[in-house]
């Protein structure tokens, strides 16, 4: 009684470290500041130098200058565990220097980027013909995020017989209709 009693405690705990590995901030995102800025809007309002940000979103250029690089971001909101969510609308631009040469092809233009930094005041750039001010970040560190897709099929139709062989076709007792998933991973 006593194993089984240790069994179900050890499987608990196994579960509860998995559930908790699974959502938690990537260690490069980290920081023990408890006042680190994760939102734009309270970054554009508190744009002084040395407040701590987190902020992601889709990077929409990458230059390397002679010591740095240049990342321009267009801002989305960020999850609980930094996931830009890319159901939201964009919020914003901000510019992010990362110290020495960073790939351009690992950091291109579609990518998803989460970055912890130190503001660092904003600079004007353009955006096409338009003069924009972008807040600025000194990065200390970033992580890159991929979209996964999935396929969930939904059977309609005859839920008595499905067609489910190799030889099924859609005579009007079944459909097959589907959705696309995106997660960031």
Do not use: H
């Not at 890159?144 to 007792?173: A, F, H, M």
């Amino acid at each position: 009684m006593k194993n089984l009693r240790f069994i179900k405690t050890a499987i608990c705990a196994v579960a509860l470290l998995a559930l908790t590995a699974c959502s938690s901030l990537p260690e490069q995102l980290a920081s023990d500041n408890p006042n680190v800025i994760t939102e734009y809007a309270t970054w554009q309002q508190n744009a002084s130098v040395n407040n701590q940000v987190r902020l992601g979103g889709v990077i929409a250029s990458v230059e390397n200058q002679v010591d740095r690089t240049r990342i321009e971001v267009v801002n989305l909101p960020i999850d609980s565990v930094g996931k830009p969510d890319i159901d939201q609308e964009p919020k914003g631009r901000f510019v992010a220097y990362l110290q020495g040469f960073e790939d351009p092809v690992a950091f291109a233009p579609g990518r998803l980027i989460t970055l912890l930094g130190e503001a660092n005041g904003s600079e004007v750039a353009q955006v096409g013909e338009f003069d924009y001010d972008f807040p600025v970040m000194n990065v200390q560190g970033y992580r890159l995020w991929k979209i996964e897709e999935r396929v969930i099929v939904n059977e309609t139709g005859s839920y008595l017989y499905p067609c489910r062989g190799i030889y099924c076709r859609d005579l009007n007792y079944s459909t097959r209709q589907g959705r696309i998933i995106q997660d960031v991973k």
